[in-house]
């Protein structure tokens, strides 16, 4: 999903809920300001949905809630809502929030060239804050790439580069998957550079 700032004033929390649910389209709400959030390619879509569906068969039966596009993220300790493409939460405490969920162990973001930069840094930093959060998967819609920011016992990020023939482990879920199985049926064409 592309966000693309709103011209609208700003808006306190609960001012941003009573107007988003009059609006055709999706906003996050950042310090104040809502960022329309736009449509993303077929490819974007399809690997949003397969990421979907893969984690709720493998969470069938545990008491998981798997985020699509449509469920907001509450940054912890803020009055900030986003919109991942894809988010698990396993905590108890978002079972009792109905308009968005707050502690996610996995949050999945399907890169757009005009999102990507703020992905890897801004909207990561914001997430970061969330002490339950162990997985940050940022997926290409252009070739078969994946970049895992993966949070180790000790607090620690390390970054995990994922290629194709490679086995992405998400430990926040206890689940492993070859690369390819997200990626199957995909026209991919790279993203050409300007000169």
């Known amino acids: ?19 988003e649910e009059k609006q055709l389209e999706k906003h996050e709400y950042i310090n104040g300001q809502v960022y329309a959030m736009s449509g993303g390619s077929v490819n974007h879509g399809r690997i949003a949905i397969r990421f979907t569906n893969l984690f709720e068969t493998h969470l069938e039966g545990r008491s998981c809630i798997t985020g699509n596009s449509d469920i907001k993220v509450n940054i912890v300790e803020t009055n ?15 079972r009792t929030t109905t308009q968005y969920i ?3 162990c996995l949050i999945v973001e399907v890169l757009s060239p005009s999102t990507e930069a703020y992905d890897r840094g801004g ?35 390390i970054i995990i580069n994922y290629k194709e023939g490679d086995t992405v482990e998400l430990k926040s879920i206890n689940l492993s998957f070859a690369i390819e199985q997200v990626y199957r049926g995909l026209t991919l064409t790279p993203e050409l550079m300007d000169n």
């Open 1 to 19: 999903m592309i966000a693309v700032k709103d011209n609208s004033p700003q808006l306190t929390p609960e001012e941003y809920f009573i107007w």
């Open 80 to 94: 900030n809502y986003t919109y991942p493409d894809v988010s698990v939460t396993c905590d108890d405490r978002d």
């Open 102 to 104: 707050t502690y996610p």
């Open 123 to 157: 909207k990561f930093r914001m997430y970061r804050r969330n002490p339950i959060l162990q997985d940050y998967l940022l997926v290409s819609s252009t070739s078969i790439e994946m970049d895992l920011y993966h949070k180790k016992d000790t607090g620690e990020w």
